[in-house]
């Protein structure tokens, strides 16, 4: 085997490159470290406005499928009861049939018909037992009654299990549109700690034009309104100030639908849950003949309702961050209005 030889000391002129490259890097790493730019307010204004809508988008879808889910847990239920109760009849169906059972069996052997019932699925004894000529006049009624029963009971399980699969997939589509609600919320808090306090405040303050329409803010409404519509306007100046609050129909805080739907409930009149459905909910109305109480409705998809006010103005529920608040509905995209 051969010697190892040594490694040959480094020369002075490598070392000199090496300390001054070290050098050079220790006075480099010693300088000020370049601070990242702060963004642009106007910018992060229009991401978090943006982000906002659609969280406002998905959140009316994820109030429709809320109301579903307690629709469908309302039937489940009822149907669930109906299948027990459909389970204790057929048992008591079964006690008569097994008393009968034992009645011929003192008096000389149980009667095939019975039998076969007590021994079969009865959803099928009945075809059955009239192709054997099995069915005696005395137990037709008792074992017509329970196929018949029967039957119902089959059913009302297979309706049941339907919509109890139907109540697992619109669950999951909640869990879902909940995610993408909190996505874009949690997106735009993100983009919003990159400010100053200052800045996050001048983001998330009350719009421009509903400052200016402050001050004439009235604590109650006295407009030409009357009834039911006055009412729900009162109601909903009595919310000013209130935050909006996602998925929330009140009392302490609203989203735009919420908000809406509960100003006319305080009129005695129910509106659908979501804004998509709030449009169907009365007698389109032009523009120029709006009235104080109509639900006005923006975007294309109408993700936002707020309630008319007059003077070309509405009460609405904004977006998260914000609170209730009187706007020029030319303040958004303007799509028509409805009278509940």
């Known amino acids: 085997m051969g010697k190892r030889r040594k490694p040959s000391p480094p020369s002075r002129a490598r070392m000199a490159v090496v300390t001054t ?23 992060v204004k229009e991401q978090v406005d943006q982000l906002n809508e659609e969280a406002e988008q998905s959140i009316e879808r994820y109030n429709g499928f809320q109301e579903k889910q307690r629709r469908l847990q309302g039937e489940a239920g009822r149907i669930q009861e109906k299948v027990a109760r459909g389970q204790e009849e057929m048992n008591q169906l079964r006690t008569q049939l097994g008393a009968i059972a034992a009645e011929q069996y003192r008096t ?8 076969l019932m007590l021994s079969s699925d009865p959803g099928s004894y009945l075809d059955r037992a009239a192709a054997q000529n099995q069915v ?10 329970a196929r018949n029963d029967q039957r119902r009971l089959d059913q009302d399980r297979t309706e049941a299990t339907a919509m109890l699969a139907q109540l697992d997939s619109v669950g999951t589509a909640l869990a879902e549109e909940k995610k993408k609600v909190q996505d874009r919320l949690a997106q735009a808090q993100a983009l919003l700690n990159k400010l100053s306090a200052g800045d996050r405040a001048r983001v998330n303050a009350q719009d421009a034009a509903a400052r200016a329409s402050r001050a004439a803010e009235r604590p109650a409404f006295t407009g030409p309104a009357t009834g039911r519509a006055a009412a729900a306007v009162q109601f909903a100046y009595a919310q000013l100030g209130k935050p909006y609050v996602w998925s929330a129909t009140g009392p302490n805080g609203f989203d735009c639908s919420g908000l809406t739907g509960a100003a006319w409930r305080a009129a005695d009149v129910r509106l659908p849950r979501i804004s998509q459905d709030q449009w169907n909910a009365g007698q389109r109305i032009s523009r120029a003949d709006l009235q104080p109480g109509d639900l006005v409705f923006f975007y294309p ?5 707020g309630l008319y006010i007059g003077d070309g103005k509405m009460i609405h529920a904004p977006r998260t961050g914000k609170n209730v608040e009187v706007l020029p509905i030319s303040a958004m995209p303007y799509v028509g209005g409805v009278r509940p």
């Open 108 to 115: 000389g052997g149980i009667d095939p018909s019975v039998q």
């Open 301 to 305: 998809d109408l993700h936002h309702v």
């Open 21 to 43: 490259a070290v050098a050079g890097g220790a006075v480099f790493s010693a300088g000020p470290a370049l601070a990242e730019p702060a963004p642009a307010l106007n910018s």
């Open 136 to 145: 005696v006049d005395s137990q037709t009624a008792l074992l017509k009654q």
